[in-house]
């Protein structure tokens, strides 16, 4: 497969993680990289082994070697810059969620289909064997029927100053780690006769930060019946991305199911046994990057693409309408 050719909007810290990494593992080519702040971009190319800096966004996005752009801007930045991305001809591989709100995920949604391009919200955990394993053990049946689907995202919280917490910037604990529970949940469509529906939805806001969650719990219910739970927050003690799958003949745990890189393991418990199996602790991002090599190469379909971006941009909002909050923004730069 001919190395894919990827540009990078802005030098965030997550992309060393996110794209540099995987890149090297899988022959990617980082072509070029373009930051607000031009020192910044040429010490994140050096620091990185970018073949090339870009004076603006818009540069790169006309520069005709590169074919695909990862999006790890501020989370009010990813649906202008994907939808401009995706007018340059460019597939896009953008970070979480893919939009500040719904109508602007549609937005990408529409161009996406009228562009043929590829496009890929990076929820990489989806496509780790962790994941994989969780779904294949209620599709297989070893947990009985689904009842209940629980998942955490909590975390301690970022500086006052982070732009997480900025409403302009499509802040919030929601949008930074809650919107992975949200999709976790969705993962479980096919094995509960169809998407979650929303019940309820709490939340409380960050002092001294009008209309920005600082945590936000919700109640779910698919058609069958099983349930779901999700608990967020960007002001806890400690750290915990997990999640439990539980059947009515047993349950599965994955302790750090977001980052299984960094724990492994899904413990099972049934009614005759507890185990714990290690699914590998190679990165989700680079699960993740090869399954967009694929589309983009091979046309292989993604878990993520923008249709799945947009029901999880629907029941974001839908939270927090709930919670009698207002969704995020649009942000028009």
């Given amino acids: 497969m001919e190395p894919l050719r990827i540009g990078i909007l802005g030098a965030a810290r997550i992309a060393g993680r996110a794209i540099v990494e995987p890149a090297k593992l899988t022959g990617a080519r980082l072509v070029a990289v373009a930051a607000r702040d031009a020192d910044r971009a ?4 050096t620091d990185h082994g970018v073949e090339r800096v870009h004076a603006s966004y ?26 401009q991305a995706l007018a340059a001809g460019k597939h896009v591989l953008t970070e979480k969620p ?10 990408v949604q529409e161009a996406v289909r009228s562009s043929g391009l590829v496009f890929m919200e990076a929820f990489h955990y989806a496509y780790h064997p962790v994941m994989r394993r969780l779904q294949e053990l209620v599709a297989k049946g070893e947990l009985g029927e689904l009842q209940h689907v629980e998942a955490t995202m909590v975390m301690p919280p970022p500086a006052d100053d982070d ?11 929601v949008m930074d780690v809650g919107c992975y529970a949200l999709h976790a949940q969705r993962m479980f469509a096919a094995y509960a006769g169809g998407a979650p529906k929303l019940l ?7 002092k001294r930060m009008p ?20 608990r967020t927050s960007m002001a806890a003690d400690n750290v915990e991305f997990s999640l439990k799958v539980v059947g009515s003949r047993g349950e599965a745990f994955a302790p750090f199911y977001v980052l299984p890189q960094n724990d492994d393991r899904v413990i099972v418990t049934t009614r005759e046994d507890t185990w714990v199996e290690h699914l590998g602790t190679r990165t989700s991002y680079t699960y993740q990057l090869e399954a967009f090599a694929g589309a983009i190469r091979n046309g292989a379909p993604l878990l993520t ?10 029941l974001i909002d839908e939270c927090y309408v709930a919670a009698g909050m207002t969704p995020r923004p649009s942000n028009h730069q």
């Fill in 58 to 83: 818009q540069e790169l996005l006309d520069d005709p070697e590169i074919e695909a752009i990862y999006n790890p801007l501020a989370n009010g930045l990813h649906g202008p810059w994907n939808l």
């Fill in 42 to 45: 040429a010490a994140f190319a």
């Fill in 163 to 173: 732009p997480r917490w900025s409403l302009p910037l499509a802040g919030g604990a």
């Fill in 200 to 206: 309820n939805a709490r939340a409380g806001e960050r």
């Fill in 98 to 107: 893919s939009a500040s709100n719904a109508a602007e995920a549609l937005q």
């Fill in 305 to 314: 693409d923008a249709d799945d971006a947009l029901a999880t941009m629907q």
């Fill in 211 to 230: 209309g920005v969650d600082e945590w936000l719990n919700a109640d779910l219910e698919f058609p069958s019946g099983a349930t779901g739970a999700v």
